[in-house]
């Protein structure tokens, strides 16, 4: 799902984050579930999806961090 959707976006960059005990980044996000997307714009987070299932949610996330116009 998230690859189809990030082909409509070749300019957001996707940055896989594997976390495990010990290890703090996910938790610092609030991460809980598996998979979850943080979709970050200007260093701020813009859009949240956890555990997606389809490729809408996912289309309308990354539209928020690289609409059309920029």
């Given at each position: 799902?998230?690859?189809?959707?990030?082909?409509?976006?070749?300019?957001v960059r996707h940055i896989k984050i594997a976390d495990a005990s010990g290890r703090?980044?996910?938790?610092?996000?609030?991460?809980?579930?598996?998979?979850?997307?943080?979709?970050?714009?200007?260093?701020?987070?813009?859009?949240?999806?956890?555990?997606?299932?389809?490729?809408?949610?996912?289309?309308?996330?990354?539209?928020?961090?690289?609409?059309?116009?920029?």
């Open positions: 799902l998230l690859a189809a959707a990030l082909a409509e976006h070749p300019r703090r980044l996910g938790r610092s996000f609030g991460v809980k579930l598996w998979p979850t997307l943080v979709f970050l714009s200007g260093g701020k987070e813009a859009a949240r999806l956890v555990r997606p299932r389809e490729t809408e949610p996912i289309a309308q996330a990354l539209g928020r961090i690289d609409p059309a116009d920029r």
